[in-house]
């Protein structure tokens, strides 16, 4: 046992992480409400505590050691008297007043005395209290009470501990309910105390079957019945009650404690009745020995979560696939954006880096050294042809292409992603409550958060983008810089055209006219450069694709950022935790069964 | 009660009526101020119980209905055959012992007046004439492993005035019925009993805590009645055997109960917690009608109405935009129609000049844009091409921009975009579709053409010189070359090639001036046409297509507004009887039935 314990509380403990696995679903209903789903909150507690008793139960000797035993029932049924005849004395407060009990209070003996070491600091929710305090002190607690022999079975206390607890039933039991279910997980082997009121109620033959499906052993006590209705009374129960319940086979037993005759109340628990043997007798040879015992409620408890995982995965499983298609939503209205970025804006951009960087290169082509002189000569010689060029074309503009404003696109593709997800969220906020909290959400914060995270990575971009620019001007001009001999041909390509285009002037004017010809001259050169203009914006065309090509990428990523990062991250009250939930079903099958692989292992 | 408030209330029972039926026919209409499905059925259920019961008390306005209500096995059957002095529940130690509810009813009652629901329980007749005016109504569980029971119950329990409260010494305050006491209370005057108050007492020397009826008066003042009505019975000990008369072991208090029943509920005392349990209905029906009534929409008009004209102009300015391009794919064939049209007939040289000039840019043309065979309905035919050339799926999503744009701003104004949308022009054919574009396009493209051929003012003077300019100017230039032409010919005897080239480029700088001059002073040109066009196309679709969305507004006001009427008039006729209940309550003494307010 001791090498048992020790390996418990290590966070690689499989059982620990199946634990936790259910503590996170637990954590994310409570936030996301019950409200439409038929799973309750007490279904999951029950299930989380049975997983941390069955799978990596806190370290404490009367944890370890022993086997527990919890009487349970609806207000006023004779727990507290169940419990004392149990314990053969009176121990347990018995009370007139309906849901009295409000905390749960163990009853054994030990010859430890140290509560460190009897007792772990908390049972799930609950924290332990050593102080003596009465039994309606109404906190998430659990007491004990250390009893001295002389008992009349003080060896079934040696191997148990024994518990009483709040009812199920009175008015204010859902708020305390919690406290039962914490030990009702703990226990291996439990009393159900049904009154002749009682015996045939919902709530708790309810709890009475969650208890058999969980693999919990079960005697079943009838009280507050005349000693000559006993036999008709638990036949009763066995028609009406037992005959609809499941996993019969764990129920050990139906007894009846009758009402003691008038005077005589006190002396119940004492053995002046044979209750309290018989009830201790079926006890010990519900389950076997210890060990057996412990491994059958262990294998018990892996079939029963294994087999309400379904069930406590549903809302989930139906949260998640309403989040699926609000992420594909956005995914969607993203693609949409960046198609819309492209059409009107990418289609046509124009960038002025290049167009500087193109009359760098016409520059670079002028002839450089002893050839100087003559290129500037006919630089002059060009002049006129310039001035027509420019004249004509100020008279008669070319057709006007407005320049376009990127912030002004991306702001209209913004905006109209923006409207688009709003609508398509109030449209479906009476479907599920997702759809409503992020309608919520639009109406209130859902902006603010894009348009910061977008203005941020935006200013991030621009900068990296002329960057991007620059550098890659800077290496089409390298190439041609740095390639002196590509430089050279290129100069004397050049120079070449210039000269045939006066050459063939000169010839046309020495033919006809020299008037003629002086006019050629000018013109011939004029045309010779256009030429050489446009072969290098064609040039530099070519090389523009690639940066286009990541600007669209750029934009790809900005709304990646600003968009569907931030917006899979509402709404606030579930987005961030349904991601993390997303495989949570598969996550739990594989710690469930690590967790019994282990346990069996140790065994 | 004083005569004249009872035909105060029979009379507006009557407008209550009237009122209660128009809200019937109002939850089954659709609404475009949306209702939530469950305020729809409770308000549908609330109407019924209130003409339910407005009808019971017109039937017979001193019968009271009692409904015993407890969990399984507290002893109502049993309570009931006490209090009737003969067996007619069953009760026993099998659980649940009551299957269906028992009506116990005075012989004078006509059962066919009840409500069918009572008429489908067992009945049990009696002539006792002290509880003449009341029935004793048996019920299941509700806390049962029979679902069925509860379900029976929850039916009847809305046709109670006032609820007989059965609590055990285990079941005081059970979950179950306490669930079903917090949501009645204030309803139906209720009345407890803490019954097997021999299990309380027996054994109390032996226990811990407090006294249960004292812990239930407590948990009854936390749930607002501040003085109850608890009985503390042992219904058992009053059943009579065989005829006998019972003979009590235990004190309690079963006596005062049946005074109170008999004698305690009187006539008076029936009317007031009936007018209680009306005027509660009413209450509650014009709580959950105030929460649905939609709210005054005429200032939520002005509001979006006010944002619409400013997303109008924004979106059908992109739309000119739109328009602008598919215009200027075809830019040179409205400058050749233009340039017809535009500059009139001009004569001698510079006519065929130009003629010249049109033949070489018509090559240019391609032949999407050619028109030249189509002269009259030139335009519309340029119009419907240019708006084709847009590709469907931007025409699309631009119309889907809007269009969104347009209820995102609605939605963000609480405008309930669920039916509002249906009010939003959505049609592609309608308001912004390829037809209506063709249309918008094509008149503007008259109407600049108007602009160009029949100029005003300064342009028109203008017009005339360069006209005038265009007609002489080359004739007077060729004039003056033929001259030379003489001078050289006939007196000097020579004519030197540079003369030649001289003339020729004369006329030529004189043509090619008054070229510029044309193009400049005449707009035939796109780039100088399209601002202009653009200013008409947008000024177009403000006038024409704005509206055609601006108009919804008003119409949705105005239906949701005829919507609102039926449900304010219905809150106005409950509140007005409402007050009229108040006075009556007032004067009424069965307060310790009803929680405080």
Sequence with gaps: MATASATITSDSNPGVQYVRSLEELLSYYRVRGFEGTDLTEAELIFAVALARYRFAPPKSKLIDERLHVMVFGGAGSGKSTTVNILLGSEVAEVNAQAGYTRHPIAYFTSDETRPAVLWPEHLGPLSRSDAQAPANVDEDRFAWKQLTPPLSDPGFLRRHVVWDGPDLTAKDSTHYQKRVIEIAALAELTVYVASDERYNDELPTNFLQAMLSAGKWVVVVLTKVAEHDSEQFIQLFRDQVVSRLQHRERLVDVITIPMPPPGRFSEIWTDAFPYGTQLREMLENAGGDFLTCRRKARSAAAAYLHHQQARLLEPLRIDLGEWKSWSELIRNAANDAVKQYEAEYLSSVRYEAFEKAQDHILSLLQPAGVLQPLSQFLEIVRTPYRFLKSAWKRFLPALATEKLDEERCLDRVRRAMFDHLQIACSQRKHKHRLWKDLHQEFETRTASIIESSYQQARARQRLDLQQRTQSSVRQVLDTVEANSLLLNVLRTGRLLLDVFAVVLAVYIGYRTNWLLGLLLVPLGIGVAEDIVRMMAAKYMARQRTGLIHQQKENIRELIQVAYIDSLLQLPATMGRRLYSLANLEERLLRELAQAMAEGDAQA | ?597
């Design chain 2, 1 to 597: 009660m004083s005569s004249a408030t009872e035909t105060g209330l029979l009379h507006s029972t009557h407008s209550l009526e009237l009122a209660l039926q128009e809200l019937g026919r109002w939850l089954r209409q659709d609404h475009l101020f949306p209702l939530p499905a469950t305020a729809h059925a409770k308000l549908e259920m609330l109407r019924e119980q209130l003409e339910i019961r407005i009808r019971q008390y017109q039937a017979d306005p001193s019968l009271l209905t009692v409904v015993l209500l407890g969990g399984t096995g507290v002893g109502k059957s049993t309570l009931l055959n006490a209090l009737a002095k003969s067996k007619v529940a069953e009760a026993g130690i099998v659980r649940p012992t009551t299957q269906r509810p028992t009506v116990y009813y005075h012989e004078s009652v006509d059962l066919s007046k009840l409500d069918p629901l009572l008429q489908q329980c067992a009945t049990v007749r009696h002539n006792r004439a002290e509880l003449r005016y009341k029935l004793l109504v048996d019920t299941p569980d509700m806390d049962g492993n029979i679902r069925e029971h509860r379900e029976r119950l929850k039916a009847i329990l809305p046709i109670a005035d006032a609820v007989l409260y059965v609590g055990s010494q285990e079941k005081y305050h059970d979950i179950e019925a306490w669930k079903l006491l917090l949501e009645h209370r204030g309803k139906r005057g209720f009345a407890f009993i803490l019954n097997k108050w021999d299990r309380c007492l027996s054994y109390q020397s032996e226990r811990t805590g407090e006294s249960p009826d004292r812990d239930f008066r407590r948990s009854l003042q936390h749930a607002g009645f501040d003085n109850p009505l608890v009985f503390r019975t042992c219904a058992s000990q009053w059943i009579s055997v065989n005829g006998t008369s019972p003979t009590p072991t235990i004190e309690d208090d079963f006596q005062q109960l049946e005074r109170w029943l008999e004698a305690g509920l009187n006539e008076r005392a029936v009317r007031d917690i009936k007018i209680r349990g009306i005027g509660s209905k009413i209450d509650s029906l014009a709580t959950v009608l105030k929460e649905v009534i939609p709210p005054d929409w005429s200032a939520k008009v002005y509001e979006l109405r006010h944002d619409w004209e400013a997303a109008l102009r924004e979106g059908l300015a992109d739309y000119a935009q739109l328009l602008v391009e598919a215009a200027d794919k075809h830019s040179l064939g409205l400058e050749e129609h233009f340039s017809r049209m535009g500059r009139g007939d001009f004569r001698g040289i510079f006519a065929l000049y130009l003629n010249f000039v049109d033949y070489l840019r018509h090559l240019r043309l391609s032949p999407v844009s050619q028109v030249k065979n189509l002269p009259h309905s030139g335009l519309a035919v340029l119009a419907s091409r240019a708006v084709v050339t847009i590709p469907s799926d931007i025409r699309r999503s631009q119309q889907q921009m809007l269009r969104s744009h347009l209820l995102a701003l609605a939605d963000r104004r609480g405008w309930p975009i669920e039916t509002f949308e249906h009010f939003v022009p959505a049609d592609e054919q309608g308001t912004l579709g390829e037809m209506a574009l063709t249309q918008i396009v094509q008149m503007e493209l008259m109407h600049l053409e108007q602009e160009i051929a029949e100029p005003a003012g300064q342009a028109f003077a203008t017009r005339v010189l360069v006209k005038g300019l265009c007609d002489w100017l080359p004739l007077a230039v060729l004039g003056f070359i033929v001259l030379m032409f003489l001078y050289d010919a006939f007196i000097v005897w020579e004519i030197t090639p540079s003369d030649l080239v001289g003339w020729v480029v004369l006329i030529a700088l004189t043509i090619f001036g008054l070229h510029l001059l044309l193009a400049k002073t005449v707009p035939i040109r796109w780039s100088v046409l399209r601002n202009r066009f653009r200013e008409l196309v947008e000024q177009r679709l403000l006038d024409e297509v704005a509206p055609r969305f601006l108009s919804r507004l008003d119409e949705f006001a105005h239906r949701i507004t005829a919507e609102r009427a039926v449900p304010v008039e219905a809150l106005e006729v409950l509140e007005g009887i409402r007050k009229q209940l108040a006075r009556s309550e007032e004067q009424g003494d069965q307060q310790s039935l009803f929680p405080r307010q």
